[in-house]
């Protein structure tokens, strides 16, 4: 399954190539051309019917981690986090190592070593170490590098009510959206798909992308918070299992272009496509780096609802992603003829 294998793949941000090369196999043979750039972008070229306004519909392959930062004499491996990940999710969780993937438990001194106030305090991540079963510093070193990255190891899996659990569902999820969409035909206009890189690490490759494209529009497809757990109020859920696609009015990076906004509502509207507007939270998306290169692009944002992002697991709805496909499609399908400009500005 698709999502399965984007899901289990490893590409932490800078490390993507396992991730590109898979979605690479999967575009190749339904895509105009297929390249990657210095940055590790992968940029894909679907032929339409006729050219048109240049789309650039983006969705980042790179996912939170960690990587190897140095070793103790008895073996255990020091890291440090690459991206936003919550020091509480850490301890105990199953990880894998470098490109042989070498397995390993996260693990710091034992409940019933520790003194009374140290059981009040959340452990941080630089009280933590990896263990690989390594009896000394010279073994774990010629197991793993410095510098390797690290992932959680974590099963997909379909569960319950049509939902599915794994880890990276940001943004693996939106990769999965994006390779459907280049697999199916009848486009009026050409257009171009990029798998972006460093997303989690301040929106790097959808700059350099964005920068050599020229797109006159951009569509970021990406997996996004949903917090409809207990004890958050409704206004705080951001988005919500089940209710389709979530459209993005504003975030910390970006101010969604409102004639794109309502131009998607309008098309889930007319489609029967179920959709939620995403209430604002303090994260940020590829659309805000494409927004502002060079002169400014218009951009928006569509999005899977996840929750647990940034966590060993998490959780999604597949009829949201369903939707989600749907909504993309119908977008790139009926894009008028001379794109977007400030109209759409208040």
């Known amino acids: 399954m698709l999502l399965k294998t984007l899901s289990e793949s490893s590409g932490v941000s800078g490390g993507e190539k396992e991730v590109r090369q898979f979605i690479s196999h999967q575009v190749r043979p339904h895509v105009e051309n297929v390249e990657t750039d210095i940055l590790g972008n992968l940029i894909v070229r679907k032929k339409g019917k006729k050219e048109g306004p240049v789309l650039m519909v983006a969705s980042h392959m790179d996912e939170v981690g960690m990587m190897v930062a140095g070793f103790e004499k008895s073996g255990l491996i020091k890291f440090f986090k690459v991206g936003g990940i919550d020091d509480r999710v850490l301890l105990s969780k199953v990880v894998q190592i470098g490109p042989n993937k070498v397995p390993g438990v996260i693990g710091a001194k034992a409940i019933h070593l520790q003194k009374p106030e140290e059981r009040k305090k959340s452990i941080k991540v630089e009280d933590l170490c990896i263990d690989i079963g390594a009896g000394s510093r010279d073994e774990a070193e010629k197991r793993v590098r410095l510098g390797d990255y690290i992932t959680f190891s974590t099963r997909y899996e379909e569960i319950g009510d049509n939902c599915a659990k794994g880890k990276a569902l940001d943004n693996r999820v939106g990769c999965a959206v994006l390779i459907e969409i280049l697999k199916r035909e009848g486009y009026p206009y050409s257009f171009y798909g990029v798998f972006t890189v460093q997303e989690e690490v301040g929106m790097r490759g959808a700059g ?8 006159d529009l951009a569509l970021a ?6 917090a409809d757990v207990v004890e958050v109020k409704e206004e705080g859920h951001v988005t919500t299992l089940g209710k389709g696609p979530a459209l993005t009015i504003m975030d910390a ?3 969604a272009h409102r004639g794109m906004v309502s131009f998607l509502m309008k098309l889930a509207e007319e489609k029967g496509i179920p959709y939620q507007i995403r209430r604002f939270t303090g994260a940020g998306t590829d659309a805000g780096r494409i927004a502002l290169t060079r002169q400014g692009i218009p951009s928006a944002v569509v ?3 996840c929750r647990y992002i940034h966590n060993p697991a998490g959780i999604l709805n597949l009829k949201d992603v369903e939707y989600t496909v749907k909504l993309v499609e119908e977008f ?3 894009l008028p003829e001379g794109g977007f400009d400030n109209e759409g500005i208040d």
Not at 208 to 215: C, L, Q, V, W
């Open 208 to 215: 350099t992308a964005a920068y050599r494209i020229k797109p």
């Open 221 to 226: 497809v990406e997996g996004t918070t949903a």
């Open 253 to 255: 990076s970006v101010i």
């Open 303 to 305: 999005s899977v609802p």
């Open 332 to 334: 790139v399908k009926n």
